[in-house]
Structures are given as C-alpha cells and as structure tokens.
C-alpha cells in the first residue's frame, strides 16, 4: 500500500545519506593533493565538488538494483530502506568523526542487510552475493590498487631522478591537479548512482514508478547536487587522515596514488566488478609508501582503518536492524519517523562532539601527532577512551 | 570458485590498471623529464644554455651533468636555478614532452568519453 508520507521522509533521508558519503570521500579524490600543496584546501575541495557534480550526470547507468543480488528485494519495503539509511549515515558520521576513511557503499549495504534480517530473517539475505559481490572486493581493493600505485610511484622516481627535487615537485603538484581531478569524476560517476538507485528503488516500492523504471530526472539532479554540497563542505577529518596520517607524501607519490585510484575505479566499474573507491584510495595512497624507497607507511593508522573497515558491515547492519526492529514495534509511520528522530539526534550530537576538535582548511596540513585532531592527540584519547594512535 | 570470485574481471582491472594508473603517470614523467632538459646539457665546465647569459652570468663547474646554474648578475643576467625549472629549453626535449602530454590527454579523453558511452546507453 502506498505511503507517501515514509516515501517523503525517505527521500529526504536518501539525499541525507548522499551529503554524508559526499564529504566522507572528499579525501579520497583531495587528501593528497591538499598535503603536498599542490592544490589549496578549500579550491581542492570546490573543485572535487564540481566534478562530483559533473560525473553524476556523466554516468546515468544507475544502480537500481544496488541490493539486488544482496536481499531478496521482494522484502525490501520502505521501512527497510529507511533503516538501511539510518544504519548507513550513523556508521558514516561515526567513522568521519574519528577520521577514519570507510565505504559509504559499505555502511549503506551493511544496514539494508541488517534492516532485511529484522524485517525477513535469514532468508532474505543473499549471502553468497554478499561474499561475493561485497565482502571479496572489499579485500581485494586495497590490494590492487596498491600495487598499481607501488608500481606508478618506483617508476615515477625511477624516471625523474635526473631532475632536481624542486622542479620534480613542481612539476608533479601541476599533474596532481589532473589526476585528482579524474577521481573526483569517477567517485561522481560512482557513488551518486548508489542513491539514485536507493530512491529509485523507494519510489518503485511505493509504487509511484512502475517496475524497472529509470531514475526521474529530478532524482537524478536532487543526488548529484547532494553529493557535491556535501563534497564542497569537506570532510576535512578524514582528509587529514588519508593526507598526513597514513604517509608523508611529496607529489609524486600523491600523483601515483590519484592516477591508481582513478584508473582503478573506473575500469572497476566498467568491468562489472565494482570496487569500494574509499578502500582503492587508501590501499593507493599506502601503496605510494611501498613504492618510494625510504618512505614510511604508519602500519598502525593503517590497522586502524582496516579494523574500521571489517565493523562497518556489521555495525551498520546492527544499527539497520535496530532501526527497523523499533520501527516494527512502534509501528506504520510512525515507527519511522521515531527512528528517524532518533538519526537526527545522534547526527546532532556527533556533529557538537566533533566541534570539540574542529578540523578544516586552516589545520588540515598541521603535523601528524598520533591524531585526527591536530595537537589535541591527549585530549581526545581522554575523552572518548579511545587507544592514541601514532 | 569461479561463482566466488569473478577473477576475469580481477586480471583485467590489474593488468590495465598498471596500464592506465601507472603507465600514465610514467609517460608524463617522460614527458616533464624531458621538458626540463636543457638545450645545452650542463657537464663539468659546461657554458651556459643559449640565450640565458647576461653580464655576470657563469656557468656552474660540476653539478653531475644536471644542468646549468646562472649566478645573480648584478645588471642582466636572469639570476635562475637552470635546473629547478620545468622547461629546460631543449627543443627534441619539448617535443617529446608535447608527444607524451598529448597520449596522456587523449587516454583521459578517450576514458571520460567511454564513461559517457557505457552511462547513456542508446534507446
């Protein structure tokens, strides 16, 4: 029976869930670019937005179907796809405020996994596509992409080594700005699709599309603009961390690790493999410190991540199926409107907590201390209970 | 293990990813590298690269062959490291690097046109 008024709110929350993985992967087009100087903070991430924008339009082969294979769509309802976005935002916002780069893809499947098994149980999960189609690229990702970006970076080195250091890091700082233009294209052509496919997916069960539709213009539009604001707002915690935590970058290893992660991405896609762009840009920038001789990789943030990335699954999926128990329990609407309420507390509270140590243009490049936060390592182990890192 | 594991599209995304994320960088590596070489390569005792000389200008003894290094003249001389700039001067240099710029720009192109192909299928 159609429900306009969750389709509404979904839609909203969709758009929401799109703002989320626009400033949580600014840094995987930008972080390196930013930390070598070759482009500014704030013109890094304004150009980032408008490519964002433009690779959403550029690729309309929308994932309608980014749970199919997954769960049984036929028990995919509103309520479900509600829950998945809460699960989806929540692991976002948490991993943004430990500048921990994870896969939105990632957060946002997890919680539709985990609001299907609340609402349908076991059956109505696919788990073979979920090994298969999610948990295996996810591991492969970095991989590949790190060797390719080992092998740019030695050959990068390798080729340039009769010119001076200054004028090899000028030089690479002008190529940063094009290759990290490419994956600010190909994260837009990438991940705005997810959402488009999400509400596509909303407005087909709620039957305002029929079976099989395209994506409306006007979903089209409404995600590329979010994900772009959301790109232009910046994720400058994670961006410090892919920047400055992981590896001491010059510019050529970041014009390696930008070219890897572009060209990985994108022929990912184009071979129906697709791959987590958060989890190809890390594993590139790490390769970047195999690839140049002398160069230090921080094993320890790098774990950090790694762990992150195994919990996102599950712990969206945990909070998707939270979620979408209250929302059965309360019932109709108004189950999803609670749950809904309850997002935006939390979001509210994760946003007010992270103002305790703000990140942004001015301290993004400040020196590596063992935190996200800049010169503030002590203060946020003591507050949140969490290991210090470095 | 196939039904698992989709290795035709994992060989594909390694071997063409070296292609396309390492071998363009290293083509326009090539590419700047040349560029940045000098018209006259700089040698111990080496003068100074063509039109590059003012009153006072000297050229650099050693240096290892990396090219040439003008002193601060007090009146014309250009008072710029030779070596720390992109563009050299040679012009074999420059036309290669205009060769390896072009093939670079044209796979981008080709690659974001290829995107828009396969995004907008034909009706």
């Given at each position: 029976?159609?429900?306009?008024?969750i389709?509404?709110?979904?839609?909203?929350?969709?758009?929401?869930?799109?703002?989320?993985?626009g400033?949580?992967?600014?840094g995987?087009?930008m972080?390196?670019?930013?930390?070598?100087?070759a482009?500014?903070p704030?013109?890094?991430?304004?150009?980032?937005?408008?490519?964002?924008?433009?690779?959403?339009?550029?690729?309309?082969?929308?994932?309608?179907?980014?749970?199919?294979?997954?769960?049984h769509?036929?028990?995919?309802?509103?309520?479900?796809?509600?829950?998945?976005?809460?699960?989806?935002i929540?692991?976002?916002l948490?991993?943004?405020?430990?500048?921990?780069?994870s896969?939105?893809?990632?957060?946002?499947?997890?919680?539709?996994?985990?609001?299907?098994?609340?609402?349908?149980?076991?059956?109505?999960?696919?788990?073979?596509?979920?090994?298969?189609?999610?948990?295996?690229?996810?591991?492969?990702?970095?991989?590949?992409?790190?060797l390719?970006?080992?092998?740019?970076?030695?050959?990068?080195?390798?080729?340039?080594?009769?010119m001076?250091?200054?004028?090899?890091?000028?030089?690479?700082?002008?190529?940063?700005?094009?290759?990290?233009?490419?994956v600010?294209?190909?994260?837009?052509?990438?991940?705005?699709?997810k959402?488009?496919?999400?509400?596509?997916?909303?407005?087909i069960t709620n039957?305002?599309?029929?079976?099989?539709s395209?994506?409306?213009?006007?979903?089209?539009?409404s995600?590329?603009?979010?994900?772009?604001?959301?790109?232009?707002?910046?994720?400058?915690?994670?961006?410090?961390?892919?920047?400055?935590?992981?590896?001491?970058?010059d510019?050529?290893?970041g014009?390696?690790?930008?070219?890897?992660?572009a060209?990985?991405?994108?022929?990912?896609?184009?071979?129906g493999?697709?791959?987590?762009?958060?989890?190809?840009?890390?594993?590139?920038?790490?390769?970047?410190?195999?690839?140049?001789?002398?160069?230090?990789?921080?094993?320890?943030?790098?774990?950090?991540?790694?762990?992150?990335?195994?919990?996102?699954?599950?712990?969206?999926?945990?909070v998707?199926?939270?979620?979408?128990?209250?929302?059965?329990?309360?019932?109709g609407?108004?189950?999803?409107?609670?749950?809904?309420?309850?997002?935006?507390?939390?979001a509210?509270?994760i946003?007010l907590?992270s103002?305790?140590?703000?990140?942004?243009?001015?301290?993004?490049?400040?020196?590596?201390?063992?935190?996200?936060?800049p010169?503030?390592?002590?203060?946020?182990?003591?507050?949140?209970?969490?290991?210090?890192?470095? | 293990?196939?039904?698992?594991?989709?290795?035709?599209?994992?060989?594909?995304?390694?071997?063409?990813?070296l292609?396309?994320?390492?071998?363009l960088?290293?083509?326009?590596a090539?590419g700047?590298?040349?560029?940045?070489?000098?018209?006259v390569?700089?040698t111990?005792?080496?003068?100074?690269?063509?039109?590059?000389?003012g009153p006072?200008?000297e050229a650099?003894?050693?240096?290892?062959?990396?090219?040439?290094r003008?002193?601060a003249?007090?009146?014309?001389?250009?008072?710029?490291?030779?070596d720390?700039?992109?563009?050299?001067?040679?012009?074999?240099?420059?036309?290669?690097?205009?060769?390896?710029?072009?093939?670079?720009?044209?796979?981008?192109?080709?690659?974001i046109?290829e995107?828009?192909?396969?995004?907008?299928?034909?009706?």
């Amino acid at each position: 029976m159609p429900n306009d008024l969750i389709l509404i709110l979904v839609v909203i929350t969709a758009l929401c869930f799109d703002f989320t993985n626009g400033f949580h992967d600014t840094g995987n087009a930008m972080a390196t670019s930013i930390a070598t100087g070759a482009l500014g903070p704030r013109v890094a991430v304004a150009v980032s937005a408008i490519l964002n924008l433009a690779g959403a339009f550029l690729s309309l082969a929308v994932a309608a179907t980014i749970a199919s294979g997954l769960v049984h769509t036929s028990d995919v309802t509103l309520s479900v796809v509600a829950a998945g976005l809460v699960g989806g935002i929540i692991w976002n916002l948490l991993t943004w405020l430990f500048g921990i780069p994870s896969s939105s893809s990632h957060a946002l499947i997890g919680g539709i996994i985990g609001a299907t098994l609340a609402g349908a149980g076991l059956a109505g999960v696919e788990w073979q596509g979920l090994v298969s189609k999610v948990i295996i690229p996810a591991i492969l990702s970095p991989f590949i992409a790190g060797l390719v970006s080992a092998c740019g970076t030695w050959l990068l080195y390798r080729i340039s080594r009769s010119m001076t250091t200054r004028a090899r890091s000028h030089g690479f700082r002008i190529g940063q700005i094009g290759s990290a233009c490419m994956v600010s294209l190909a994260h837009g052509t990438n991940d705005a699709q997810k959402t488009m496919g999400i509400i596509t997916l909303a407005l087909i069960t709620n039957h305002t599309l029929p079976t099989g539709s395209n994506a409306p213009d006007w979903v089209i539009v409404s995600c590329a603009l979010a994900i772009s604001v959301g790109t232009y707002l910046g994720g400058w915690r994670v961006i410090r961390t892919l920047g400055k935590g992981l590896v001491e970058i010059d510019s050529p290893q970041g014009m390696a690790a930008e070219s890897a992660s572009a060209a990985v991405i994108l022929l990912s896609a184009s071979f129906g493999y697709t791959l987590s762009t958060t989890h190809v840009a890390t594993g590139s920038i790490i390769g970047t410190g195999l690839g140049k001789k002398g160069a230090d990789v921080r094993w320890n943030v790098a774990g950090r991540m790694a762990t992150a990335w195994v919990f996102t699954l599950p712990c969206a999926a945990i909070v998707g199926a939270a979620a979408e128990g209250l929302t059965r329990v309360i019932g109709g609407t108004a189950g999803v409107i609670v749950a809904l309420v309850i997002l935006a507390a939390i979001a509210l509270y994760i946003y007010l907590r992270s103002r305790a140590t703000k990140v942004d243009h001015e301290n993004v490049n400040s020196e590596w201390t063992g935190s996200v936060a800049p010169g503030t390592g002590a203060a946020m182990a003591a507050g949140t209970s969490e290991p210090t890192t470095g | 293990m196939s039904s698992w594991i989709n290795l035709s599209a994992i060989w594909k995304i390694v071997v063409f990813g070296l292609l396309a994320g390492a071998g363009l960088p290293a083509l326009f590596a090539i590419g700047m590298t040349s560029l940045s070489r000098g018209s006259v390569r700089g040698t111990r005792g080496a003068t100074a690269t063509a039109g590059a000389t003012g009153p006072g200008g000297e050229a650099a003894a050693g240096g290892g062959g990396r090219g040439i290094r003008q002193a601060a003249a007090g009146g014309g001389g250009r008072g710029i490291r030779q070596d720390d700039v992109l563009i050299g001067g040679s012009v074999i240099g420059m036309m290669i690097a205009a060769i390896c710029f072009l093939i670079v720009l044209g796979a981008i192109g080709w690659g974001i046109y290829e995107i828009y192909q396969s995004g907008h299928p034909a009706k």
